[in-house]
T-cell receptor, first 114, second 110 residues
Framework: DGGITQSPKYLFRKEGQNVTLSCEQNLNHDAMYWYRQDPGQGLRLIYYSQIVNDFQKGDIAEGYSVSREKKESFPLTVTSAQKNPTAFYLC?????????????FGPGTRLTVT | SQQGEEDPQALSIQEGENATMNCSYKTSINNLQWYRQNSGRGLVHLILIRSNEREKHSGRLRVTLDTSKKSSSLLITASRAADTASYFCATESGNTPLVFGKGTRLSVIA
């Protein structure tokens, strides 16, 4: 089954703790993305990666970090520096980051920080 | 940066009616894509229209693009309760990734 997976579906953390969200794809896509979605809002790009060992900041990268050591995996760490981390996080992948390629999304991780 | 802006923000219709959602954007684009999101789930790609195309169809979906007005519309014909979801437009400009709008929440009442 080809697709993109995120784990866990729900995550609870105390304020001041770093937390890492997992994203894996077996679609052989070069590009991967992390988005944040707040209630009733659209998607805001946090980071994206066009190729292994390379990634670019999106519109709201502050307080987040990523790595891309393998083509299949693009984990996102929400650090304690992120002021308002409670949100729904979506990971996506596509063949390329531009050029008319559709993005495939994972099911999302809902992070609650108290 | 939010490029596309959907209108209306929310839409409620009866089953069997047509639903029309609009997307306006600010800068020139390579293509525009529409996505659907069921509550609490990931987005699913519906249709892509390139800047040199004016209209595309896919099943009950019809998308138009007017680059002179920098706008697109998504029409869902003969809507069903299962079409209840949020619909997002996303624009690609230059060599940068897609930028998503805030979405239209569609409710189809049986």
């Amino acid at each position: 089954d080809g697709g993109i997976t995120q784990s866990p579906k729900y995550l609870f953390r105390k304020e001041g703790q770093n937390v890492t969200l997992s994203c894996e794809q077996n679609l052989n896509h070069d590009a991967m993305y992390w988005y944040r979605q707040d209630p009733g809002q659209g998607l805001r790009l946090i980071y994206y990666s066009q190729i292994v060992n390379d990634f670019q900041k999106g519109d709201i990268a502050e307080g987040y970090s990523v790595s891309r050591e393998k083509k299949e995996s693009f984990p996102l760490t929400v650090t304690s520096a992120q002021k308002n981390p409670t949100a729904f996080y979506l990971c996506a992948s596509s063949r390329r980051d531009w050029g008319g390629y559709e993005q495939y999304f994972g099911p999302g991780t809902r992070l609650t920080v108290t | 940066s939010q490029q596309g802006e959907e209108d209306p923000q929310a839409l409620s219709i009866q089953e069997g009616e047509n639903a029309t959602m609009n997307c306006s954007y600010k800068t020139s684009i390579n293509n525009l894509q529409w996505y659907r999101q069921n509550s609490g789930r990931g987005l699913v790609h519906l249709i892509l229209i390139r800047s040199n195309e004016r209209e595309k169809h896919s099943g009950r979906l019809r998308v138009t693009l007017d680059t002179s007005k920098k706008s697109s519309s998504l029409l869902i014909t003969a809507s069903r309760a299962a079409d209840t979801a949020s619909y997002f437009c996303a624009t690609e400009s230059g060599n940068t990734p897609l930028v998503f709008g805030k979405g239209t929440r569609l409710s189809v009442i049986a």
